[in-house]
């Protein structure tokens, strides 16, 4: 079974630049997240997706950030502009559903640096 | 934003001792705890879950869950030099979406 992939594993910007990621679930998995993890802290939620609706932004920035789920499969998530704050590895992770007790599969991350 | 606390170390631990990490959590109405193992410049990867009260043990690893203390342990066995990583503690919190909820992790260091 192929894992979350996710693209690309780095991307350095300047700030006030815009950059965009993009996460492929494994197959099947009908709920995804973005989770923000800036260095020396644990995984933080920005948004999760129940098939191509939204379930929880409430952490997202929306001033900057942005994401969206077309057909209920890969996701994009955006950010524009970028800040220097916004360093940090974007971690995509999806389950097979959003019950309690479901185990939930991370990608390998993109590693962002803004300069 | 409820929150769970771990000390982030370093925990430093000889090789074949047991490794004890330990970790709060504000969130009463919390229903599912995980352990999450990740190696430096790698993603989380899930080691342990538990559900209810009391000890799970899967191998060298053993969770334990105390809803009334809100405490959740992790312990490692015959600690092993492939252990030394950063553990974090997933909390699914009492509202919806049951997206995780880390505490910043504890670095393990396990000495030959």
């Known amino acids: 079974e192929a894992g979350v992939a996710q693209s690309p594993r780095y991307k350095i910007i300047e700030k006030r630049q815009s950059v965009a990621f993009w996460c492929n679930p494994i197959?099947?998995?009908?709920?995804l997240y973005w989770y923000q993890q800036i260095l020396g802290q644990g995984p933080k939620l920005l948004i999760q997706f129940q098939n191509n609706g939204v379930v929880d932004d409430s952490q997202l920035p929306k001033d900057r950030f942005s994401a969206e789920r077309l057909k209920g499969v890969d996701s994009t998530l955006k950010i524009q502009p970028a800040k220097l704050e916004d360093s940090a590895v974007y971690l995509c992770?999806?389950?097979?559903?959003?019950?309690?007790?479901?185990?939930?599969?991370f990608g390998p991350g993109t590693r962002l640096t803004v300069l | 934003q409820k929150e769970v606390e771990q000390n982030s170390g370093p925990l430093s631990v000889p090789e074949g001792a047991i490794a004890s990490l330990n970790c709060t959590y504000s969130d009463r109405g919390s229903q599912s705890f995980f352990w999450y193992r990740q190696y430096s410049g790698k993603s989380p990867e899930l080691i342990m879950s538990?559900?209810?009260?009391g000890d799970k043990e899967d191998g060298r690893f053993t969770a334990q869950l105390n809803k009334a203390s809100q405490y959740v342990s992790l312990l490692i066995r015959d600690s092993q030099p492939s252990d030394s990583a950063t553990y974090l503690c997933a909390v699914t919190p009492s509202n919806s979406g049951y997206a995780l909820n880390f505490g910043k992790g504890t670095s393990l260091l396990v000495t030959p």
């Open positions: 197959s099947g998995h009908a709920t």
């Open positions: 992770a999806s389950s097979p559903s959003g019950l309690v007790w479901v185990e939930q599969f």
């Open positions: 538990i559900y209810s009260n």
